[in-house]
């Protein structure tokens, strides 16, 4: 009941498509649902986050959609480009009253082709 | 403002040895945590501090991995005797508070390699 599933494992779009990743939870009682970005030596580092309050929210070109009766979120890369070429996280975890322990999903190796 | 600071960023050791990981997390942080991340896999918590008190160590194998920060700031990881299974990055992140409200800030992370 704490595991987030993440897909694809992999991904590959070409420069200017639209990349989507998915999660689905079980844990009803997770709270708030961030994605985190990683590049190859570095640590994760928050792309950007949604509460189930939403059911959607967007920063540049990068959107979470947020469906809480299916217990599904997922990340859209809008017009992707090679820069974004990284693995990205989903997570979850309790609002401000816990710890704030996150459960990642397994990742998602994106490459975006120029 | 200075971010999470690790070291060593690499360290390779045999199997039944100790390792010893530092973090330096970013000032004015009291939620310290490590991560164990295993190649192709999402992190997975191994402890958090709240300053120098343990919040959660459900997931750390108290075995064979130690933790301790004191006086509040930097933070050591300790794996004695390391096993084959450890060899993963070790992250260390940090955030203004508890609450998964507060955004959590990850170092580079030290990659241990166990043969």
């Known amino acids: 009941q704490q595991q987030v599933k993440q897909s694809p494992q992999s991904l590959i779009v070409q420069k200017g498509g639209i990349s989507i990743i998915n999660c689905a939870y079980e844990n009803t009682a997770f709270d708030y649902f961030p994605w985190y970005q990683q590049f190859p030596g570095k640590g994760p580092a928050l792309l950007i986050a949604i509460r189930p309050d939403v059911s959607e929210k967007k920063e540049g070109r990068f959107t979470i959609s947020f469906n809480k009766s299916a217990k599904q979120f997922s990340l859209h890369i809008m017009d992707s480009q090679p820069g974004d070429s990284a693995t990205y996280f989903c997570a979850a975890t309790y609002g401000s009253s816990n710890t704030g322990k996150l459960i990642f999903g397994q990742g998602t190796t994106l490459q975006v082709k120029p | 403002e200075a971010g999470v600071a690790q070291s060593p960023r690499y360290k390779i050791i045999e199997k039944r040895q100790s390792v010893a990981f530092w973090c330096n997390p970013i000032s004015g942080h009291a939620t310290l945590y490590w991560y164990q991340q295993i190649l192709g896999q999402g992190p997975k918590l191994l402890i958090q501090f709240q300053n120098n008190g343990v919040v959660d160590d459900s997931q750390l194998p108290k075995d064979r991995f130690s933790a301790e920060r004191l006086k509040g700031v930097d933070s050591t990881l300790k794996i004695q005797p390391a096993k084959l299974e450890d060899s993963a990055v070790y992250l260390c992140?940090?955030?203004?508070?508890?609450?998964?409200?507060?955004?959590?800030?990850f170092g580079p992370g030290t990659r241990l390699t166990v043969t």
């Open positions: 992140a940090s955030s203004l508070d508890l609450g998964g409200a507060y955004e959590q800030y």
